[in-house]
Every structure is written in structure tokens, then in C-alpha cells.
């Protein structure tokens, strides 16, 4: 029998009012800023409901499949609001949501959770499994390189410069190769029986997660295109940068799950998944989803590639090597977490003068 607590009693329905209502407001075109607004807080809601399911799940199952799942399916609005924005031109909204994706949960998210955990932790430390952290760079650091050579070709106006959308389809096939030959064994690993471990009782039944997650996951969908087709008046009716809005908006927006998982767990002092959650999301963005969505845009009427503009280019640099060094010994200390935090902070505020 599902358990809801008194606030998931009020919090579900409200989600469902807020969707019903983002709907409404694109097929009757309200103004520009309050279609934005309801669909960026039914985009956020929903990402909850996943999040919410998917801790569930995690009841069943171990801290990596756990975290892989949560990052799956909490990254659909990411997925959707890329494709759709693609589909309609919008390749600075469409390139920066997927960056600012992994800005978002790389720093700002990761920051606040470290922030969270070492608070939480007696000595002021957190402490998790160093693996996840390491491979999750390593993943990185190989997006890293093919954004960085595409971006010295093209600055240096080499020949190789005038085949970016070939090199960056072998880059994708490449880094979903590698993402795939990770992933495997680390799931594999992590659904082996481990002595003496113990899982609380799921509140919910699998039926009823399940359903959750595939009814949030559908509603993402049409959320995400809503959300996409008031993006463009809001913002310049905001007068607020392409580059802001997509780096910023969209992708705190869309990381809505990383955002609430992450900061939820940490305060519950489950430091191993939600490092996981947030380290598998980084990962997935920039190893699977960026390069999957390269592929799928050859199909679309803009073509997405790993061509960035520089200033990017040396955020995703120093961004890795930030991660390496904070999270690569499996704990951090309060002030690292705020030094994340403050890395975030200062490319977000450069992207309002993009």
C-alpha cells in the first residue's frame, strides 16, 4: 500500500495543476513571461516526481544503479528541450542547455551538495567511494579533449577546421563507446549481493513508481516543447542573453532532480548516492547525452556539434581538472563544495554579457 507523506500528499496534485496549467497557457499563447515561468515550474515539478520515484527504486537497489537511474531519467527535460530547440533553430539555446547542463551539476550542484554533506558529516569531512568520482573525470576529461582540439583547429583555421561535423560524429561514436564500456561493468558491479547489506522498505510499490516515472517522463516531453516555444519572447521581453538563458535558466531548470536528490540525500547522510546521482549525471551529459544528441541532430534542422566558443572551451578545461582535484580522494571539505559554488557563479554572471 502506497505511503505518502502529508507533503507528497499536496506536493503530487500540484505538479499535475501546474502541467495542466503550462499546457493551457501555450495553445492559448498567454504573454511570453508567465508561459515561461508555469513552464519552467512544471518542467522543475515533474523532475521532482522522477526524482521522487526513483529514490524509490533506489530502496531495491544499490547506490550505482540507483544514482544511474535517477541521472537517466532526470535528465529526459535536458533531452527534449535540446531536440525541440534544435528543431526550431535555436542552436545557442540548444548548445548552452546541454553545457550549462553539465556547469550546473559539475559546480553548482555538486558544490551545494558537498556544502550539504560536510555540514551533515561529524568532523565537517564528506566522505565517499573515490571510483565514481575518479571515472566520472576520466569520462569528462575525454570531452574535454575533443571539444579542446576541435577548438584549437578552429582557431588556428587548419584544414581539419572545414570537417567539424565529421570529427565531432567520431568523437560522439567514440565517447559512447567509451561511456558504454564503463557503464556496463559498473552497474554490473554494483548489482553483485554484498554481505550484511540492507535495504529500507520501498513506500511504494514497483507498479506505482514505475507509473510515476513514466507518467513524469511523458509529461516532460510536452512540458519541454512548451517551455521551448515561450523561451524566446520571455527572454526578450526579459532582455536577458541566449547564452544566460540556455547556460543558466534552462539548465538549472532541467536539473531540477539533480537539484533536489542531490541536496536530500546529503542531508540524510547518504553521501555515496548523492555524489552518485550528481557524479553519474555529469557523466551521462557529457558522455552519452551530449554525443548522442550530436548524432541525432544531423536528422534535425540544426546541426549540433563540439564546436565551442573558446570561453567555453576553457571553462570545461579548468571545470575538469576541479573536479579531479576536489572529489578524485573520495571527500571534501566544506569550503571546496563553496569553491564549486563560486566557479558556477562567476561564468554565469559572464554569460549575461554574451
Known sequence: MAKFTAIERITLPLIALLTVLAGVANYQVWAPVPRFAIATLALAGLAWVVSFATEQLGERFGPAVT?????????????????????????????TAIIGSIFANAMLVLGLVIVVGAYRAQDGVMRFSHRLPRDTTTLLLVAVFIIVLLGLSLASHDPASHHVDTISAVGAVSLLIVYLAWVVPYLRADTAPKEGATHREPRLSLALTLGLLLTAGLASAFVS????????????????????????????????????????????????????????????????????????????ATTLTFALAPVYIGAFLVMALALWQITGDGEAAAFEGWALVALYVILATLTLYE
Not at 526578450?236 to 544566460?244: G, R, T, V
Request: proline share 3%; hydrophobic share 60%; aromatic share 8%.
Open 225 to 300: 516543447d512548451w517551455f521551448v516555444n515561450a523561451l524566446s519572447p520571455a527572454i526578450m521581453q526579459l532582455n536577458i542573453s541566449q547564452a544566460f538563458a540556455g547556460l543558466v535558466i534552462v539548465a538549472i531548470a532541467g536539473n531540477a532532480v539533480e537539484n533536489t536528490a542531490g541536496l536530500v540525500l546529503a542531508w540524510k547522510g547518504r553521501s555515496d548516492l548523492a555524489i552518485s546521482v550528481v557524479k553519474n549525471s555529469v557523466a551521462q551529459i557529457a558522455a552519452f547525452l551530449f554525443p548522442l544528441l550530436v548524432l541525432i541532430s544531423f536528422l534535425l
Open 67 to 95: 544514482g544511474m537511474m535517477q541521472s537517466t531519467l532526470g535528465n529526459l527535460p535536458e533531452l527534449f528541450v535540446v531536440i525541440f530547440a534544435l528543431q526550431k533553430g535555436e542552436l545557442v539555446v540548444a548548445q
